[in-house]
């Protein structure tokens, strides 16, 4: 299934990374390039990097030098989790470009590759949440919670890879058709960010 198989690569790019646990470490995609699942190991990587990313800028002791410098960096991941987003709905519109839409097909409330997004964070919850309720520093009542919101974090993944594996069945079949809408951010535009385009008028 689409879904088994994405969430074994997310597991993979997450325990990758955890060999090093380095925000800065280059990634070592080992797929084929223009393969989907080289663009869902790259999503997931920078899923990774930018949760690390989050926790690092909230020691309340960080310098609020690095802490820009970070936040800085968080928003250009933001960005490029984003074109992931895209890239990977782009590959399923060319994959389902000769289905026929029936005429009552409907539109989802959102595309495959959000939907695959939210997959790759729950991932890494799922991840994080088990090796809290493997630490040693921690008391056992601690570590009881945790295995009940992993509990929730579990039965979660599984009722989303179910809702995942029938809209993309749905796309086959007609039943739903697929429609993306480009980002249109502007707090990264010059031309659309009142305080970027403001400053040239200076």
């Not at 994405?6 to 380095?22: K, P, V």
């Not at 699942?37 to 690092?56: A, M, P």
């Amino acid at each position: 299934m689409f879904t088994e198989n994405a969430n074994r690569i997310f597991t993979r790019a997450i325990e990758d990374y955890h060999r090093w646990d380095d925000v800065d470490h280059a990634i070592d995609n080992p797929f084929d390039t223009g393969s989907l699942d080289h663009l869902l190991y790259r999503k997931n990587w920078i899923d990774t990097v930018q949760w690390h990313l989050e926790d690092i800028i909230r020691d309340p002791e960080i310098d609020p030098a690095e802490a820009l410098r970070i936040k800085r960096r968080i928003d250009r991941s933001n960005q490029e989790r984003t074109d992931m987003v895209e890239y990977i709905d782009s590959y399923l519109l060319d994959k389902y470009r000769d289905v026929v839409p029936m005429p009552d097909a409907r539109l989802n409330t959102e595309t495959p590759a959000w939907a695959i997004d939210r997959l790759s964070i729950l991932a890494l919850k799922i991840y994080h949440m088990a090796r809290e309720t493997e630490r040693g520093d921690v008391d056992e009542e601690h570590r009881a919670a945790c295995r009940k919101k992993l509990d929730v974090l579990l039965t979660q993944q599984v009722d989303l890879s179910r809702a995942i594996e029938e809209l993309i069945e749905d796309i086959e079949a007609g039943r739903k058709y697929m429609k993306t809408y480009k980002q249109m951010k502007m707090y990264n535009d010059p031309a659309l960010n009142p305080v970027l385009y403001g400053q040239k008028k200076q």
